[in-house]
């Protein structure tokens, strides 16, 4: 037992095992792992109970932008709680509050003159689209028709796990067993060129996907208060990277069928593809953009949705209210932590040393893109992935799901002795570092990934 513990590493485990559920595990199998017990972090690195250092492959699931006890986050935290933890934004306000929601505005696209918070990215969703709702509803009263209730979202989409955002959401194996508890959306297939909805090769495709996303928006648009995307990268969906052009055509189309466009931003905002905003790339400017994870720098929960005066007055009008909130709406701790975060992330100029970074991850990775069974290299911003394929004799067999996931256990677990803590997303591995990671440590969490690729699958067969 070291010094700062009451309990050993076995003692956690099983008294993990013993009473707690643990989210998107399967806990029969949980069970019988043996899972890393984190107990300190430093900059990129992990250490667990063990003494084990891991690097953390995925930011601890995409949140961590900074590193892990970066000096100017920890300052801001002691500096908060020295005054105050916490007290309610119902009825009263606070400096950190004020000035983070002018750094906001301030950094996110024309247009958007109100922060609304919140504590996670899935209810921030949620207030968008009440929002979206409360604003739609006031237009169609003044014109007598009745207000349209449903959402346009795309096939594979990912906007949380709370009831509202899992009827946005369309990943078959996170909410299909919920179908009966939501109102569905109105979706059409994701611009997931591997999976070509069209069944185009590449050098054929001419956005058809994106005519197609058009033609149904047109076709529903009475019905529909909104357009969610998650633009330019669907994350949860399986790090779907967009062809150019597919969202600034899907915003469009929104805008001149009068429908309200979201742009759900809780994974790609902060930098994560390169800009601040995915939105900027193609020029699009939401009506109500969400955002959350990266931006505490990984620390703590807090969200935000981000909207037009063109709703805030809507909404003001009418119902006045919004029936919304949360105990701990923009907590002080967090919105101080995020305020540390966002300085950090504009001084250190952490988007320019991008493109760098994945330039490293494409030369450790160059050997994998002959490997037979590795397909669809992809990158966007500091996001780098590929599928794993089961060879084609296989792949038609009851046995090539079990091959698939034995491999991505297999992986997963190697990396992590090795020194790199990852999570495969079905068939897909994956690498998103912190920004603030070295070229070097970037390319260590790279190189690891690769060599475990080739230790785990099957040689390629010599021709
Ligand atoms: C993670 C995520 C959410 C949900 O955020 P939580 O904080 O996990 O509730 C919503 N949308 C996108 C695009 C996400 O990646």
Redesign the pocket.
Known sequence: MSLHHSMTREDVVASDREHLWHPFADMGRWEREDPPVIESGEGVWLTDMSGHRMLDGTASLWVNLLGHRRPELDRALRHQSGLIAHSTFLGSTHEGAVLLGEKLLSLSPPGLTRVFYSD???TA?EIAMKLAFLATRVRAKKQGDPPPSRFFSLDKG????TLG?VGAGAIDRFHALFGPLVRPSVTTAAPDCAQCPLGLVRPDCDLACAELAVSRIRDYRDELVAVIV?PLLQ??GGMIVWPKGFLSRIAEAARSEGLLLIA?E??TGFGRTGTLFACEQEGVIPDLLVV??ALTGGYLPL?ATLCTEAIYEAVREDPGTFYHGHSYTANPLACRVALATLEVLEREDLLSTIPEKRRRIEEEWRPLFAHPFVGNVRMIGLVAAFDLCPPPSTSSAPGSMVTLSEWTRQIGEMARKRGLLIRPLGPTLYLIPPLSATVEEVGLMARILCETVKAVLPAPSSP
Not at 158 to 161: L, P, Q, S, T
């Open positions: 996670n990215g899935s969703v990912y906007h949380g796990d955002a998650e994350a949860a759900d809780v994974a959350g994870k969200a």
